[in-house]
């Protein structure tokens, strides 16, 4: 981007008003500007946007003086730029000149701009540029593309926007951060909290459910934090959101509810829901295990569940508990699913460092597999320094024999780290 001696600026002034800003660093870092370049008493419109954005500030200062006779489309995002330089007098230069170019159809242009810039901490000037448009440009300030500055423009507009537009950001934004400010907004007014419980963001729901009397109603909430606060409310209330759990039918939430809450006497609802049709409800039903059964025997077979989600909670279960390494290589083959492979594999490595060496160099030439393999291995090896144990000789024999697989340089690194002289020759 901007690699070229010729920058298109007629695309630049129709296209995003942010990749001014971008345009500003890379004119500094670009080989093809000299340091010593003038303007001249008449520039081209290029070598303008270039002076404009040089690294001479004495250039920059000219460039200014002379972008605020001009009237091309990349005065006002130039001048804007500018505003922000690092050197006062410039930026004391360039803010009345560009104040004057801005009328409001301007502005509304260039908050895309103007909400980037912000982020050049040289002072609040161009927060108070923003926060000033935005009763005259509010429409195009919450619709920004950039993530922080619409959700900057949110946090200003919230004295702006009425109950009905708050509600609707509230409940329906693609944003969660955005959702959260608006219904936030709402409960410090005491409003809408019934529509806020129902579909507000989670953190929303939570400070809502503190508001009114329906903490039993949401101890099966799909939201983990929401049924936290229901658990607390119901407890505090002298309840036991355990007992409700048991009384509920099984879903993906009664048994989450149940594994935060119950106690070992409730391991076998919960393996029983380990063969739900669900996949969703068998995965909910090992994450409760690993806390009130943590030593069940009955979550080994799901390491070759058909689903994905599944076979994460159970490597998850079985992390740091002995699993039989045989076995465990042989899911390795290539006819299991690869979910199941990764799986497998991840627990190998998660034995001890030589199983994990070994789990490593065996698949280097697997298709499906080898990346992950790749990069575990040179993590091993800078980790290797730290090692003080040998394998036992039978797997170190079997090491051996798939150093074949690396470079030799590699192969005698991973031969010192075991104790063993390199090879002769090598």
């Given at each position: 981007?901007?690699?070229?001696?010729?920058?298109?600026?007629?695309a630049?002034?129709?296209?995003?008003?942010?990749r001014?800003?971008?345009?500003?660093?890379?004119?500094?870092?670009?080989?093809?500007?000299?340091w010593?370049?003038?303007?001249g008493r008449?520039p081209?419109?290029d070598?303008?946007?270039?002076?404009?954005?040089?690294?001479?500030?004495?250039?920059?200062?000219?460039?200014?003086?002379e972008?605020?006779v001009?009237?091309?489309?990349?005065?006002?995002?130039?001048?804007?730029?500018?505003?922000?330089?690092?050197?006062?007098p410039?930026r004391?230069?360039?803010?009345?000149?560009?104040?004057?170019?801005?009328?409001?159809?301007?502005?509304?242009?260039?908050?895309?701009?103007?909400?980037?810039?912000r982020?050049?901490?040289v002072?609040?000037?161009?927060t108070?540029?923003?926060?000033?448009?935005?009763?005259?440009?509010?429409?195009a300030?919450?619709a920004?593309?950039?993530r922080?500055?619409?959700?900057w423009?949110?946090?200003?507009?919230l004295?702006?926007?009425?109950?009905?537009?708050?509600?609707?950001?509230?409940t329906?934004?693609?944003?969660?951060?955005v959702?959260?400010?608006c219904g936030?907004a709402?409960l410090d007014?005491g409003?809408?909290v019934?529509e806020?419980?129902a579909?507000?963001?989670?953190?929303?729901?939570?400070?809502a459910?503190?508001?009114?009397?329906?903490?039993?109603e949401?101890?099966?909430?799909?939201s983990?934090?929401?049924?936290?606060?229901?658990?607390?409310l119901?407890l505090?209330?002298?309840?036991?959101?355990?007992?409700?759990?048991?009384?509920?039918?099984v879903?993906?939430?009664?048994?989450a509810?149940?594994?935060?809450?119950?106690?070992?006497?409730?391991?076998?609802?919960?393996?029983q829901?380990?063969?739900?049709?669900?996949?969703?409800?068998?995965a909910?039903a090992?994450?409760?295990?690993?806390?009130?059964?943590?030593e069940?025997a009955a979550?080994?077979?799901?390491?070759?569940?058909?689903s994905?989600?599944?076979?994460?909670?159970v490597?998850?279960?079985?992390?740091?508990?002995?699993?039989?390494?045989?076995?465990?290589?042989?899911?390795?083959?290539?006819?299991?699913?690869?979910?199941?492979?990764?799986?497998a594999a991840?627990?190998?490595?998660?034995?001890?460092?030589w199983?994990r060496?070994?789990?490593?160099?065996a698949l280097?030439?697997?298709?499906?597999?080898?990346?992950?393999?790749?990069?575990?291995?040179?993590?091993?090896?800078?980790?290797?320094?730290?090692i003080?144990?040998?394998?036992?000789?039978?797997?170190a024999?079997e090491i051996e024999?798939?150093l074949?697989?690396?470079?030799?340089?590699?192969?005698?690194?991973?031969?010192?780290?075991?104790?063993?002289?390199?090879?002769?020759?090598?």
């Open positions: 981007m901007f690699e070229t001696e010729q920058p298109d600026l007629d630049l002034a129709a296209g995003d008003p942010r001014w800003a971008e345009f500003d660093v890379a004119v500094r870092r670009a080989w093809w500007v000299s010593d370049m003038r303007l008449r081209s419109r070598v303008l946007a270039v002076a404009a954005c040089h690294a001479n500030g004495h250039l920059r200062e000219a460039a200014v003086l972008l605020a001009r009237d091309d489309p990349e005065v006002v995002p130039l001048l804007l730029v500018r505003c922000v330089d690092w050197v006062r410039i004391d230069l360039a803010r009345p000149l560009v104040l004057s170019k801005l009328d409001k159809p301007t502005l509304r242009a260039m908050l895309p701009l103007i909400g980037v810039l982020r050049r901490q002072d609040d000037w161009m108070a540029l923003f926060r000033e448009a935005l009763p005259h440009a509010l429409e300030a919450l920004l593309e950039d922080e500055s619409r959700r423009a949110h946090r200003e507009a004295g702006l926007l009425p109950r009905e537009r708050l509600l609707d950001i509230a329906r934004d693609r944003d969660l951060v959702r959260t400010l936030t709402l007014r409003e809408c019934e806020l419980l579909a507000g963001a989670p953190k929303v729901r939570m400070r459910l503190t508001l009114v009397d329906r903490a039993g949401c101890l099966a909430d799909r983990a934090a929401v049924r936290s606060m229901a658990q607390a119901v505090k209330a002298g309840g036991d959101p355990a007992a409700r759990y048991r009384a509920m039918a879903s993906p939430a009664s048994i509810g149940l594994g935060e809450t119950g106690t070992a006497a409730d391991a076998g609802r919960l393996e829901a380990l063969t739900h049709e669900r996949p969703r409800v068998r909910t090992v994450r409760g295990l690993r806390r009130i059964a943590p069940s979550v080994r077979p799901l390491l070759t569940d058909p994905p989600a599944v076979t994460r909670q490597v998850a279960f079985l992390r740091g508990k002995p699993v039989d390494s045989t076995a465990l290589r042989a899911l390795l083959a290539a006819d299991q699913p690869l979910h199941t492979r990764r799986a991840a627990l190998l490595r998660d034995r001890d460092v199983t060496l070994h789990t490593d160099l280097l030439r697997d298709d499906d597999l080898a990346d992950s393999a790749h990069r575990d291995l040179h993590t091993w090896l800078a980790q290797s320094a730290g003080y144990s040998t394998p036992s000789p039978e797997l024999a024999a798939l074949v697989r690396v470079p030799e340089g590699l192969a005698r690194r991973i031969r010192f780290t075991l104790g063993r002289p390199a090879a002769a020759g090598g």
